[in-house]
């Protein structure tokens, strides 16, 4: 994988871009790539599960379905013919924080299949008739979800990282709350989060003419502005402990542990943080891969993530080992941890973090589709920038500060930790 890593030197600036509201707050961005072979509609609403208030659970997911059902101008299916018509794709994604639906289309489809999007995002129809019938679907999906050990583990680190915030709740919901649910609540949702400066659409790919004046002019100028900028949920802070549970039919143990760090709105922390996650657990010559794996072989798998998150992000470690092994691992993650706290770290891994991290963003903005991605969402949480502007903030980090700032965080004690064995729980 490190292979891959070479030193990049092209893209110093990332693609070009170009940000303006609309009058009811609407952000909008293009994102110039003039290569790009294929356009990307991308459009992004601050509607993501952390929205949902009591009995709501698992409404924006269900919403994110329901959006396909039809809208007022489209019959249920005619959306996904008319894109694969004009030979592009369509997909979306629901999150804690919001909710994308895109659309990837040859550049000179673009105009139509910009008005199919904002008709069927904007103006669903959430019939009655589709509504149980999609519920079944998602019932379905939740199933599916419970049924797969490894997603149930990491669904347990997150109950009892975060007890009480929407981030420690599945963002599919519980069957419970989706029976619950009802076409008019589910249209209350829809008016009140998909308007005005909620909502932010991003183009990327070669140049769109006329592109101003026809999103000025489409569905997303019509949407009511927003009376007041809601407040979401409180800064996400993980409690502390350590917990150990066994999982019927999970194939090797687990050792997971869970950081609370800084929100997205705190780009040089999480960035450090990013430079962080890379020094202990990305890559063969990481110090956790190195000692577990290389070393003491008694890992399979270790893997360190960094989940940038608007109400706080999460840092995750997740290690797989037979259960023989789980105690002498965890000790090792221990000294390992202890160690990055009480000294700098050595000058070739600072440069090989930033090496990593560095290029894992130029290599996003290969595609339109991460490009439109990262732009919008940049511009829906009101931090328009360059795409590679947060390379100039990793500058700022030196093994002294990682070291002071947040090895000394990313220890034990102030970890969620979970171990999840093999086994019928007792």
């Known amino acids: 994988?490190?292979?891959?890593?070479?030193?990049?030197?092209?893209?110093?600036?990332?693609?070009?871009?170009?940000?303006?509201?609309?009058?009811?707050?609407?952000?909008?961005?293009?994102?110039?790539?003039?290569?790009?072979?294929?356009?990307?509609?991308?459009?992004?609403?601050?509607?993501?599960?952390?929205?949902?208030?009591?009995?709501?659970?698992?409404?924006?997911?269900?919403?994110?379905?329901?959006?396909?059902?039809?809208?007022?101008?489209?019959?249920?299916?005619?959306?996904?013919?008319?894109?694969?018509?004009?030979?592009?794709?369509?997909?979306?994604?629901?999150?804690?924080d919001d909710v994308h639906f895109h659309v990837l289309i040859p550049a000179d489809q673009a105009n139509q299949a910009l008005d199919l999007l904002l008709d069927l995002v904007l103006q669903p129809s959430l019939a009655d008739d589709a509504f149980g019938l999609e519920r079944d679907v998602v019932l379905e999906e939740i199933a599916q979800y419970a049924d797969q050990p490894d997603e149930q583990v990491l669904q347990q680190l997150l109950s009892k990282a975060c007890p009480g915030h929407p981030y420690g709740r599945p963002i599919?919901?519980?069957?419970?709350?989706?029976?619950?649910?009802t076409p008019e609540v589910m249209r209350g949702f829809h008016t009140h989060h998909y308007r005005g400066s909620n909502c932010c659409l991003a183009v990327a790919g070669p140049a769109f003419n006329g592109l101003r004046d026809r999103i000025n002019a489409s569905a997303l100028a019509d949407l009511p502005g927003a009376s007041y900028k809601e407040v979401p949920s409180p800064l996400a802070a993980v409690e502390p402990g350590r917990h150990e549970i066994r999982v019927d039919r999970l194939e090797s143990a687990r050792l997971l542990m869970l950081w609370s760090m800084a929100p997205a709105?705190?780009?040089?922390?999480?960035?450090?943080?990013?430079?962080?996650?890379?020094?202990?657990?990305?890559?063969?010559?990481?110090?956790?891969?190195?000692?577990?794996?290389?070393?003491?072989?008694?890992?399979?798998?270790?893997?360190?993530?960094?989940?940038?998150?608007?109400?706080?992000?999460?840092?995750?470690?997740?290690?797989?080992?037979?259960?023989?092994?789980?105690?002498?691992?965890?000790?090792?993650?221990?000294?390992?941890?202890?160690?990055?706290?009480?000294?700098?770290?050595?000058?070739?891994?600072?440069?090989?973090?930033?090496?990593?991290?560095?290029?894992?963003?130029?290599?996003?903005?290969?595609?339109?589709?991460q490009v439109a991605g990262m732009a919008a969402n940049?511009?829906?949480?009101?931090?328009?920038?360059?795409?590679?502007?947060?390379?100039?903030?990793?500058?700022?980090?030196?093994?002294?500060?990682?070291?002071?700032?947040?090895?000394?965080?990313?220890?034990?004690d102030q970890a969620c930790t979970l171990v999840a064995l093999p086994g019928e729980a007792s």
């Open 1 to 96: 994988m490190e292979l891959c890593h070479a030193v990049l030197n092209s893209l110093p600036s990332g693609p070009s871009l170009d940000h303006w509201s609309l009058n009811n707050g609407v952000g909008c961005v293009e994102a110039l790539m003039p290569d790009a072979s294929l356009t990307c509609l991308d459009l992004w609403c601050q509607a993501g599960s952390s929205w949902e208030r009591t009995r709501e659970e698992g409404l924006a997911h269900f919403l994110e379905h329901m959006v396909f059902k039809g809208s007022q101008q489209l019959a249920a299916g005619a959306f996904d013919r008319e894109i694969e018509a004009l030979g592009g794709s369509s997909n979306a994604a629901t999150g804690f």
């Open 172 to 181: 599919l919901g519980k069957p419970a709350s989706l029976l619950a649910m």
């Open 265 to 369: 709105s705190e780009q040089t922390t999480v960035m450090g943080a990013d430079l962080a996650t890379t020094v202990l657990g990305e890559g063969r010559r990481s110090r956790l891969v190195s000692e577990l794996r290389e070393n003491l072989q008694i890992v399979e798998t270790v893997d360190m993530d960094l989940t940038v998150l608007e109400q706080g992000s999460l840092v995750t470690l997740e290690i797989c080992c037979s259960e023989e092994n789980v105690a002498r691992a965890e000790r090792a993650v221990k000294d390992q941890l202890k160690r990055a706290a009480d000294q700098p770290i050595e000058p070739w891994e600072l440069e090989r973090s930033h090496r990593l991290v560095g290029n894992g963003l130029r290599f996003a903005l290969e595609s339109a589709t």
């Open 378 to 412: 940049q511009m829906l949480w009101d931090r328009p920038q360059g795409l590679l502007q947060p390379l100039e903030v990793l500058k700022s980090w030196t093994d002294v500060t990682l070291q002071e700032r947040l090895f000394t965080h990313l220890q034990p």
